[in-house]
């Protein structure tokens, strides 16, 4: 009986080494060390031995049993690394492709040139406020002194939506939305970015669209060498600490005085060039001193506060600092543009 067993045995080992899959492997195990396997069945009949012959059989049984165990482990084994070798050779990644570049987002310069402004001016306590930029004609206009029918309304064409809505033309009209939301704030100092819309003739320096950032200080101590002070840190924060302004006379209804405000030409520091059309100085913005009507109709008592108000183009900012040749180039989202300035 015993060399029976060691022919299935042999028989056994041959079928294990060469299965070829995991179920092939599982059939062989339940056929092999199953409990209808000749082996299971020949423990059986042990019983039917001499007690000297069991315990012989008892062990080479066992032993066979344990060999085919320790083989199938081992087929067992094998195959999973082949099925791992198998996987990793065709999900293989080529390392040595090139890559493909990610391409990253940057701020826009109008949107630079506006944080920049913002992060001087929070710097000195002012707060950032907003308004709508469709806007009523008494917030845009009528608020700021300009009456309907005034001609200085001639300054800004204006995109009506309705007799009494349009298209705010500058963010003067934030002043007046944010006087009256804050009697109580002293000093009131504010800065308010945003768009605003005008109809001009579009030209290199002209759009229908751009940003202007506006600031605004109530106090009762305000003049205007306050605000000189002021454009002065903010013209060389933009353009460099080696600029100088002036101040040139100007109208705007509402402030009085009012000026224009010119910077040293950062290109060739005065001197003289094509920048500066030769004069050394280049007009940045418009600014002065809060207009007493404008006061007192936001509710301030213009005896006892007065306060300095500018407004400036941002993308004008950009035109001069980047020497860029035309505004519109900063609405056609042309990448290779935007690029330039990350
Ligand atoms: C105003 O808009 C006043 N609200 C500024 C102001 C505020 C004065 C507070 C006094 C006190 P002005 O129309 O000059 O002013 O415009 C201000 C700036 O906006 C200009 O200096 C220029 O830089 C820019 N700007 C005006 N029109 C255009 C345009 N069509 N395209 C691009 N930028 C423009």
């Given at each position: 009986m015993i060399q029976q067993l060691e022919a299935i045995l042999e028989e056994a080992k041959a079928k294990i080494r060469q299965a070829?899959?995991?179920?092939?492997?599982?059939?062989?195990?339940?056929?092999?060390?199953?409990?209808?396997?000749?082996?299971?069945?020949?423990?059986?009949?042990?019983?039917?031995?001499?007690?000297?012959?069991?315990?012989?059989?008892?062990?080479?049984?066992?032993?066979?049993?344990?060999?085919?165990?320790?083989?199938?482990?081992?087929?067992?084994?094998?195959i999973e690394k082949a099925v791992i070798e198998q996987k990793l050779q065709s999900e293989a990644v080529d390392i040595t492709l090139p890559g493909k570049p990610i391409r990253l987002g940057a701020t826009h310069l109008v949107t630079q040139i506006i944080e920049e402004i913002e992060n001087l001016f929070v710097g000195m306590g002012y707060t950032i406020e907003e308004g709508p930029e469709v806007e009523l004609d008494k917030y845009n206009f009528e608020m700021l002194n300009l009456p309907k029918d005034h001609p200085a309304r001639d300054m800004q064409d204006s995109f009506y939506i309705t007799e009494e809505t349009l298209l705010r033309t500058h963010t003067s009209p934030v002043q007046v939305r944010a006087m009256l939301a804050n009697h109580n704030q002293r000093p009131f100092k504010i800065i308010c970015p945003g768009k605003v819309y005008r109809n001009d003739d579009e030209d290199k320096t002209h759009s229908h669209q751009f940003s202007q950032i506006e600031a605004l200080v109530v106090d009762e101590n305000t003049s205007l060498s306050d605000l000189k002070g002021t454009l002065l840190l903010l013209a060389r924060t933009l353009f460099g600490e080696e600029r100088q302004i002036r101040m040139r006379p100007s109208f705007f209804p509402f402030t009085e005085p009012s000026v224009e405000v010119d910077i040293s030409c950062h290109r060739c520091n005065g001197a003289g060039c094509s920048l500066c059309?030769?004069?050394?100085?280049?007009?940045?913005?418009?600014?002065?001193?809060?207009?007493?009507?404008?006061?007192?109709?936001?509710?301030?008592?213009?005896?006892?506060?007065?306060?300095?108000?500018?407004?400036?183009?941002?993308?004008?900012?950009?035109?001069?600092?980047?020497?860029?040749?035309?505004?519109?180039q900063f609405f056609v989202n042309d990448m290779r543009f935007n690029r330039q300035f990350r």
């Open positions: 070829s899959d995991l179920n092939e492997l599982g059939d062989l195990k339940a056929l092999y060390l199953g409990k209808k396997s000749a082996f299971s069945a020949a423990m059986q009949d042990m019983r039917m031995m001499s007690e000297s012959e069991r315990p012989l059989f008892g062990q080479r049984i066992n032993a066979i049993k344990a060999e085919l165990s320790t083989l199938l482990e081992q087929a067992k084994t094998q059309k030769g004069t050394g100085w280049i007009e940045i913005l418009g600014a002065g001193m809060v207009n007493n009507a404008v006061l007192s109709m936001a509710g301030y008592d213009p005896e006892k506060y007065q306060g300095f108000a500018f407004g400036v183009g941002v993308e004008r900012v950009a035109i001069l600092r980047h020497a860029v040749d035309d505004i519109r």
